[in-house]
């Protein structure tokens, strides 16, 4: 079974700063792919960023970049000079890619991490 | 382009009482999902569908069902609501299993 850990309940960060997000993940398919999502206060979920297990290269997006070490299984969101709209629930979630695609495209999200931007 | 719709984003249910949430796509999409969240807890799969005409559970699927008669729409059935079933449902799409999810703008569900 595919699990995704995020240990940081809630970070802060000083505007303009950058901040790091932990997600852990683990799993025994090969293939694989790792999401980012934002959730702010008004509950929408915004994609951030995908990062997938055979990507030679890290994912970025804007300011923000995947900080991928699959050999220790993490998945970290990294947000560079962090803005007050940045203050939001974020979530790391996995979808595996079984032989045959057979997973279906489900994701199982992380427990999520409360990111407040301080001015 | 809508993308996901949900409707409607806000109820009030008494115990007991059923009710349809309304999710449907407009990107021509195959695999839809269902998804709660319960307060500060990530998202969990109720139910999910892979094409007109199939669907499976998902990790939480006591108390709901799911019919998917096309492929735009989607809808999550609540017969005899719980207090349990408090939570935010989401709705959600995906073109293929390597690309993101475009989810709806939620249902918040109150059970009193």
């Known amino acids: 079974a595919q699990k995704i850990t995020q240990t940081q309940p809630g970070m802060f960060v000083q505007e303009k700063e950058a901040v790091t997000l932990d997600c852990t993940y683990d799993?025994?398919?090969?293939?694989?792919?790792l999401f980012w999502y934002k959730q702010p206060s008004s509950g929408e979920m915004i994609f951030l960023i995908y990062q997938g297990s055979y990507d030679q290269q890290n994912a970025t997006e804007g300011r923000y970049s995947l900080n991928f070490q699959k050999a220790r299984k993490s998945a970290n969101l990294v947000i560079s000079a962090s803005q007050l709209g940045d203050s939001a629930m974020y979530f790391c979630?996995?979808?595996?890619?079984?032989?045959?695609?057979?997973?279906?495209?489900?994701?199982?999200f992380g427990q999520g991490t409360i990111l407040t931007v301080h001015p | 382009n809508a993308g996901v719709t949900q409707t409607p984003k806000f109820r009030i249910l008494k115990i007991g009482q059923s009710m349809t949430l309304q999710c449907t796509q407009d990107m021509n999409h195959n695999y839809m999902y269902w998804y709660r969240q319960d307060p500060g807890m990530g998202l969990k799969l109720i139910y999910y569908?892979?094409?007109?005409?199939?669907?499976d559970k998902g990790e939480v699927p006591n108390g709901y069902n799911v019919s998917r008669s096309t492929t735009e729409d989607f809808p999550l059935r609540l017969e005899l609501a719980a207090p349990s079933q408090t939570s935010v449902y989401f709705c959600?799409?995906?073109?293929?299993?390597?690309?993101?999810?475009?989810f709806g703008q939620g249902t918040r569900l109150t059970v009193v």
């Open positions: 569908s892979v094409g007109a005409g199939i669907t």
């Open positions: 959600a799409s995906v073109r293929g299993v390597g690309t993101e999810a475009f």
């Open positions: 979630a996995m979808r595996e890619v079984n032989a045959g695609g057979t997973s279906y495209g489900k994701l199982t």
């Open positions: 799993t025994s398919d090969p293939s694989y792919g």
